[in-house]
């Protein structure tokens, strides 16, 4: 959601702003703008509604140049789509780009209104940069201390990044609980809210913090603290090549994303997986055992897909621990009363580590007796993962696509492993051994599949043109199901829900016809016959079936087999998880849907 660049440089900086914001398209966003100070010391802004590509033609029309400016990718949450919400929003001479949420902005709007000031937008963001020339003119204080004077009035998440034109030679960054990173050039420096916007110029950063003022110039660098004192933050150097996030052969990121499974998930595996086929995590260090041991009880909370993940991961960890586990939807443990169980150990899971529902479970969780949380993510250094004790990382490799694949089944993957450690500590024969053995299977089972994929892209054009569809599965299958009705529904727009088998009778069957389609997961396990009775009650209605299994049995003609091969009984989720994406994938394919930026969505969800 939202994405912000801003640089200063000594050369032009309108190149760099306009690709850095195409980068951040996949972040998801409905307008973009960006603002400069010209070489005649004037603001220069251009704003408008829709894609960057017309952003960019709007600037290559003006020819303009300028070493010190910001850009913004908006996704609306203070007022509607228009080119008046869109960023930069300017006060004067205070220039001001913004992520995240102000919640006192009502108040600060109202008082402001009384000093003479007019708003021109109905956002948050406008409210700040009003704001901020208030308390200049009134205090006379430079920018920075203008700002450190501000921040208190200002509540909510939220990062910025604010130019005085009265003082072109310096940006001042602003970080509040929601992410900023600076990266470091030769005689230039950059901001942005995501290392992708600037790859192909640096490989250099350095994490704000929250609280963090950063004082940004040509060849100096100033970071201070909530206190007002200048602190160091550690110089990081970013492992990922630029190249990895281009689509290269791929139609879609999300199709190269599919294709990247077997290679993410050895990334995940290695260095993990020992000869004698058990589990090491050496980055938890030397305390995991003692406190892995400790547990009675796992609550898990995470959003979309991630909460999809942690659903298959109750059924692992209650029948091959013995583990109690609760798995919660973040935003509804944020917005209730809390008890937390007898030696509960919570872990949440975002592939950002910035989604602001779980960043907010984990800080409430804080106040409560868990026995310590850990995070599993894909990015190393996230607030997410700043802020937990612990952290396992799914290193996935950068995810474009909004509709998370590869994030889902190293998520999996990592839950998987920590399933099999916990076995091992609690002393059940052989669990951590056969999860290991099936484990090293997975990548090649899942490059099986995607070998095959034509007979799914064959189902894809016999469904493309349904309105609803259901998915069902039982046991751990059912989050496989609700995955699978998800990623449909983000990028083909058709209504798809998913249901635990057994609970057809209770209301869905209601809705069978001949024209709404039911996927069946069925894989051949000791749920079989309980799932070939679903499939009888739903064909005797007229419905219209497709079962994905590696078994085929005998039934009406409207009964359709999706024949996959055999696989190991640890993995099966995961691998079941690949035909579902394909099928997703095909389906918005045929309908000609913008497959990796489906409407309304974001790919990193930082505001509540």
């Given amino acids: 959601m939202c994405g912000i660049i801003a640089a200063i440089t000594q050369r032009n900086i309108i190149d760099i702003l306009t690709k850095g914001l195409k980068k951040l398209e996949y972040r998801g966003y409905d307008s973009s703008g960006l603002a400069i100070i010209n070489n005649e010391k004037n603001i220069v802004r251009i704003r408008c509604v829709g894609k960057v590509n017309k952003l960019i033609n709007k600037v290559n029309k003006k020819k303009i140049f300028g070493t010190i400016g910001v850009a913004h990718t908006r996704w609306a949450t203070h007022g509607i789509v228009s080119k008046e919400n869109t960023h930069p929003h300017i006060s004067s001479n205070i220039i001001v780009v913004h992520n995240g949420i102000l919640e006192n902005d009502a108040l600060l709007r109202d008082f402001l209104k009384t000093q003479g000031y007019i708003f021109r937008s109905n956002t948050d963001t406008e409210v700040i940069a009003h704001l901020l020339h208030w308390e200049q003119n009134k205090t006379k204080h430079s920018i920075k201390n203008v700002i450190q004077d501000s921040v208190n009035k200002l509540h909510g998440n939220y990062s910025m990044v604010v130019i005085d034109k009265n003082n072109p030679l310096e940006l001042i960054a602003v970080c509040s609980k929601s992410p900023l990173i600076i990266g470091l050039g030769i005689g230039e420096n950059f901001i942005a809210s995501d290392q992708i916007a600037l790859l192909n110029i640096t490989k250099r950063f350095m994490y704000l913090e929250d609280g963090d003022i950063a004082v940004i110039k040509k060849k100096d660098i100033n970071i201070f603290n909530k206190n007002d004192f200048i602190i160091h933050r550690k110089e990081i150097f970013s492992n990922i090549k630029y190249k990895t996030v281009k689509k290269g052969k791929y139609r879609h990121y999300m199709e190269k994303e599919i294709y990247e499974q077997p290679v993410s998930i050895k990334n995940t595996l290695e260095n993990r997986l020992n000869k004698n086929n058990t589990i090491n995590f050496l980055e938890l260090g030397k305390q995991e055992d003692v406190l892995f041991c400790k547990i009675e009880h796992i609550h898990i909370v995470a959003c979309g897909t ?11 960890f209650e029948s091959l621990t013995n583990t109690p586990c609760d798995v919660e939807i973040a935003s509804e443990f944020s917005s209730r009363t809390l008890a937390a169980r007898k030696n509960s150990f919570l872990i949440t899971i975002s592939q950002s580590g910035e989604t602001a529902d779980t960043l907010s479970a984990l ?8 026995l310590g949380n850990l995070t599993i993510c894909n990015m190393e250094g996230s607030t997410l993962v700043k802020e937990s004790d612990y952290y396992l990382s799914t290193n996935a490799g950068i995810e474009i696509g909004v509709a998370s694949t590869k994030s889902f089944t190293t998520q999996l993957t990592v839950l998987l492993m920590l399933v099999a450690k916990i076995a091992n500590l609690k002393k059940i024969n052989n669990i951590e051994k056969k999860i290991v053995k099936n484990l090293n299977m997975l990548p090649n089972r899942i490059t099986e599949i995607l070998e095959n994929k034509q007979l799914i892209k064959n189902i894809a054009t016999q469904l493309f043109n349904k309105k609803h569809m259901l998915f069902i599965g039982r046991g751990e299958y059912y989050p496989i199901a609700m995955e699978g009705a998800l990623k449909l529904k983000e990028i083909s727009y058709i209504h798809a829900e998913a249901y635990a088998a057994g609970e057809l009778k209770h209301g869905p069957l ?17 749920l079989l016959e309980k799932i070939k009775k679903n499939i009888k009650e739903i064909s005797s209605r007229s419905g219209l079936i497709y079962v994905f299994s590696d078994q085929t049995f005998n039934y009406e003609e409207n009964v359709n087999f999706i024949t996959l091969p055999y696989v190991e009984t640890f993995i099966a989720p995961i691998f079941y998880t690949i035909p579902l994406q394909l099928l997703a994938y095909y389906i918005a394919l045929n309908k000609n849907k913008n497959i990796d930026k489906p409407r309304h969505l974001a790919k990193s969800v930082t505001v509540e």
């Fill in 306 to 316: 991630s909460y999809n993940a942690a659903m298959v991961s109750k059924y692992w």
């Fill in 363 to 370: 800080r409430q969780s804080k106040k409560l007796k868990y």
């Fill in 510 to 526: 209601a809705l069978i016809d001949k024209d709404i389609p039911v996927i069946v997961i069925a894989p051949k396990n000791t």
